[in-house]
């Protein structure tokens, strides 16, 4: 990614948060905001979610083109194989306080599992590979051992044959899930897996600039993703609709939080100006885990809080709208809704590292300073 920026604002306060700015040309993926489209390598998002699965997403990622059925196969034989993690990380997972939050438990489970990768020091394009390919087999085997180690239990070992969505969901429950949630994960998946620069994809790439590891550039990356401004905003939209807790008391919270001037988790995008294309297909996965589960309560709470905010601030929910209510409903822990979004965004961070490694400028942008200068130094005991 080159440094370079086209058409720079004059000044550029902080508080503008680089809004607009180019800073780069990538091919992973685009986000054209007024249209509400999202496309990966080309293809757009509801082609990808209709038709494809999440092992063939990442292969587009990584290698901008899809892949025919010989290279399929043995990428899912690829990531089968690394599904396990080293004991000694096991062993890392069984000493975190089971109060830590997933998030940060996962960020050091990643920066640890580096010191077990023979070749983590090899920036070359076969090696980053390599470490996508294993980062991507082995983000749901860290988040399931914790979630089961702070819940007292024991790992479940992960099944080598099958896919990523279907494994995660055994791992987690220790029985195998049904047909349509793991189909349904699958394309939750496949919506997580890469948006252009967020923050996040932005982070890994200041880091993977500085030629630093995979690994180094993920955890960086996961850092960034815990905010509640960003990946954290999923497990906060499940908060809220737990604390309003009824159909009928959607309208008074909105109503006084939006007097208290509180933003409501879920919505608003700092690219969309219409509808999250993401949104679309999680809207309908969230009625259709409540119908399964024969509760529509959090679904129906979801489009009366979604009709009201389009009414009183003219606002469309966003990717973690009604993720939230989705995992809910297959009966995922709300800490574990951030964790989740890194077990598909890992595809698209490692895509946009190999990105930078190949065309590589350290990046190092200008402050516009506006402090004071020429100060006078005064000695402290004359302060
Ligand atoms: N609820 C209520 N008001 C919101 C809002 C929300 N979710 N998101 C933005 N606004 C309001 C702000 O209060 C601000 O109002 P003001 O001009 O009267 O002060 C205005 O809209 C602009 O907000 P800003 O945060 O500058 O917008 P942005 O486009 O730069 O930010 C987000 C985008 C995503 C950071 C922002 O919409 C947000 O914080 N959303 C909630 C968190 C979330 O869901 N994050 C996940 C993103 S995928």
Redesign the pocket.
Known sequence: MAETVKDPPAATPSST?L?GVVVGASTVSDVIGDKGQLIYQGYDIHDLANHSNFEEVAFLLWNKRLPKQNELEELKRALGASYRIPNEVIEVLRHTPADADPTDVLRTAVSSLEFYDSKARDISVEASRGAAIKLTAQFPTLVAAADRLRRGLEPVDPLPHENIATNFLYMLKGERPSAADAKLFDVCLILHAD?EL?ASTFTARVVAGTLATVYASVVAAIGALSG???????T??MKTLLEIGELDRVESYLKS??AA???????????YKTE?PRATHLRQFSKETGERAGNTKWYEMSRKLEEL?MRE?G?YP????YSASTYYMMGIPLDLYTPIFAVSRITGWTAHILEQYADNKLIRPRADYVGPRDVAYVPIEQR
């Open positions: 948060g809004r948006h967020n509640p401004l960003h990946g954290g905003a999923n906060n939209v939080a939006l001037k509180r933003k409501i988790m879920g919505f608003g995008h700092a690219v999250d905010m601030k606002m966003n990717v973690d709208f």
